[in-house]
């Protein structure tokens, strides 16, 4: 991921959690109106998309790493 979308990331992670914190002593959950509830909806969206490249970067860093290793031991079995 590149700056800028980590920057997005922090950005929707602290909405939520502020708007979180805002309304953990309200009773009647229906306060929320369009724009919160429009803003929740983004923020999960782009919070669910950099974790899923995350994900998927990590998978290729672990096959990376796996045929590194093959190959490091095969270049150790021909230089032996």
């Known amino acids: 991921m590149d700056m800028f979308q ?14 979180a914190i805002d309304r953990k002593d309200t009773e009647d959950i229906a306060e929320l109106d369009k724009a919160d509830i429009s803003n929740i909806l983004k923020a999960v ?29 095969k270049t150790k079995i021909k230089v032996l």
């Open 45 to 73: 969206s782009t919070i669910g998309l950099y974790v899923n490249a995350l994900e998927k970067e990590n998978l290729i860093l672990k096959k990376q790493k796996v045929l590194l290793k093959q190959e490091l031991t």
């Open 6 to 19: 980590r920057q997005e990331y922090d950005a929707w992670f602290e909405y939520l959690a502020k708007l």
